[in-house]
């Protein structure tokens, strides 16, 4: 069986390459364009991995996460965003421990395969 990746993003082109990535790697990728869509599918159904663009319109990446985890503890995330590593606002991620890989936009097939690695996933 193969393992299921949960992934929000609102760009359609991105999610259509990140879904790529997880294909080539033996995933089973499901696509929400909305957050508050994501938090609900994951009350229903169990995901290996759930990835999220850091900045969305309706609640941004670290919030989503901590409603899914307050659903479902042990979840694995990774954080996908478009910011600068140098970017304050992603210090809020470091700040409040949450185990999340962090890949940045743009970002090639290794990179995505590393942030797994680290994951264990």
């Known amino acids: 069986m ?3 990746v949960l ?3 609102d760009e359609a082109d991105i999610v259509g390459i990140i879904g790529a990535y997880f294909e080539s790697l033996g995933f089973s990728p499901s696509v929400e364009s909305s957050p508050l869509k994501a938090i ?8 290996n991995l759930i990835t999220f663009d850091y900045m969305m ?3 941004n990446g670290v919030a989503a996460i901590h409603q899914m985890l307050a659903i479902k503890p042990g979840l694995k995330f990774l954080l996908i965003t478009g910011l600068d590593e140098g970017d304050a606002r992603l210090q809020s991620i470091r700040d409040c ?5 962090l890949l ?3 970002f090639l097939m290794r990179d995505l395969v590393g942030a797994l690695k680290r ?3």
């Open 40 to 47: 609900e599918r994951i009350r229903q159904e169990d995901f």
């Open 119 to 121: 994951l264990g996933v």
């Open 97 to 101: 421990g949450l185990q999340a890989s």
């Open 7 to 9: 992934i929000c993003d």
């Open 2 to 4: 193969s393992k299921r």
């Open 57 to 59: 319109p309706e609640l």
């Open 104 to 106: 940045f936009k743009p």
